[in-house]
């Protein structure tokens, strides 16, 4: 347990510190470092400031200006990432994958026969998607199935 004591009440001057961590490509739990606060804690402010009826200005802006460091950050990524397209991307990729898991995931990749490569997250399937592609086995490859 820390001995120092930690911040519980949200400062004005904690969005900028946001924005500025953010755009600099910080983790969550770095910007919650840097602010004296839990991971916890900085989900329950950017929820708090997300909600339709919250009235607390200090908590609205934190949210706001969580958003739009984030989504720079991100229209950045891509403009790098496309810049080079024809280079190496792929760090800008990492720092996209890193900024938004959920968009940005590295997917499965499954073989057809074809010889065409679909690129799918097998985790994000609904059941009944997976028992239609385990019906198809037999007439493509699943990397550690049978088929092929």
Known sequence: MSLRKRKTALEPWMAEVVAVAIGQGQPISAIAGLLGVTQDRFRKWYVA?????????????????????????????????????????????????????????VASKVKVDTHVVVERDLSRLLPEELEALAALEDKIYLPGGTGG
């Open 49 to 105: 400031g997300s909600q339709d009826d919250q009235t607390d200005p200090v908590l609205i802006d934190f949210a706001l200006r969580f958003d739009e460091a984030r989504a720079k950050a991100v229209q950045d990524g891509v403009r790098m990432m496309n810049a080079h397209a024809t280079g190496d991307w792929r760090a800008a990729h990492a720092l996209l994958h890193v900024s938004d898991p959920e968009t940005w995931i």
